[in-house]
């Protein structure tokens, strides 16, 4: 059986690391940086540790917002949608990659994080 995605990434430590040099990406790109105005970033990083450790199969329980209702604002006072999402997406790519982790194990995560974009942009 093959372990989860979780442990194969490396585990909680990993997955925090990665969570770092994402949102430094995010703030740092103008096309997204916006939607994150007056976000309290250290508990938003919390909530995507929690989401990603999920996501990945990992051991604790996401207990945030669903997507689509944390989003839901987003999309309709800030017209969040399909070029956001993308550019998100990328810079969680290159974050991976950065991080050295296999294109194979890349490839399952983008294929998780790709199957919530309808939720998050509420269609
Ligand atoms: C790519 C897939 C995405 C995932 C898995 C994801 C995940 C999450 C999670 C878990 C939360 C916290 C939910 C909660 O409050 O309990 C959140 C909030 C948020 N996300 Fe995303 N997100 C994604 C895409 C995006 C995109 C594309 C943007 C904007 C460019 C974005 C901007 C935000 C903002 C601003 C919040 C905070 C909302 C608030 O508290 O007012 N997210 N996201």
Same mark, same amino acid.
């Given at each position: 059986m093959t372990a989860p995605l979780f442990d194969r990434l490396g585990g909680m430590e990993a997955v925090m690391a990665a969570v770092d040099i994402f949102y430094d990406k995010l703030l740092a790109d103008p096309l997204v940086a916006?939607?994150?105005? *007056?976000?309290?970033m250290e508990k938003q990083a919390k909530k995507q540790v929690a989401f990603m450790t999920w996501a990945f199969n990992g051991p604790q329980e996401y207990r945030g917002r669903d997507l689509r209702t944390a989003h839901r604002h987003l999309v309709q006072?800030? *017209?969040?949608g399909d070029a956001h999402f993308d550019a998100v997406a990328g810079h969680l790519q290159a974050t991976l990659e950065e991080l050295g982790v296999a294109p194979e194990l890349i490839a399952e995560v983008m294929a998780v994080v790709g199957g919530t974009r309808n939720e998050v942009l509420d269609r």
């Open positions: 916006d939607f994150f105005n *007056g976000v309290d006072r800030q *017209g969040l």
